[in-house]
């Protein structure tokens, strides 16, 4: 069993930048993937970003892309997402996610508000 937990959100204006963190406990973490997905306001929830074991590898949706960076630190079972030119349409929940390939993991989300 994996357990996550998400810090670093809240209220930003437009342009602005967060950082979100996700500590995971539970196993090994260089042993899955990671992501992180939001949740907007009347919405589906919907992939972000997505980061390998080892971190070589990331994905992002496009909607993000050039503006965000997932990263991770094993060392310190964290996954990041570092999100600048923030945009309203960014307001959301945002939930990391631990992918064990047989079944995956959530965080409780942490909110992210961007005014205009």
């Known amino acids: 069993q994996v357990q996550l937990v998400e810090s670093g959100g809240g209220l930003v204006q437009a342009g602005g930048s967060l950082r979100l963190s996700c500590a995971a406990s539970?196993?090994?973490?260089?042993?899955?993937?990671m992501g992180w997905f939001r949740q907007g306001p009347g919405k589906e929830r919907e992939f972000v970003a997505s980061?390998?074991?080892?971190?070589?590898?990331?994905y992002y949706a496009d909607s993000v892309k050039g503006r965000f960076t997932i990263s991770r630190d094993n060392a310190k079972n964290t996954v990041y997402l570092q999100m600048n030119s923030l945009k309203p349409e960014d307001t959301a929940v945002y939930y990391c996610n631990a992918d064990l390939g047989s079944r995956r993991y959530w965080g409780q989300g942490t909110q992210v508000t961007v005014s205009s």
């Open positions: 539970g196993r090994t973490f260089s042993s899955y993937a």
């Open positions: 980061i390998s074991r080892s971190g070589g590898s990331t």
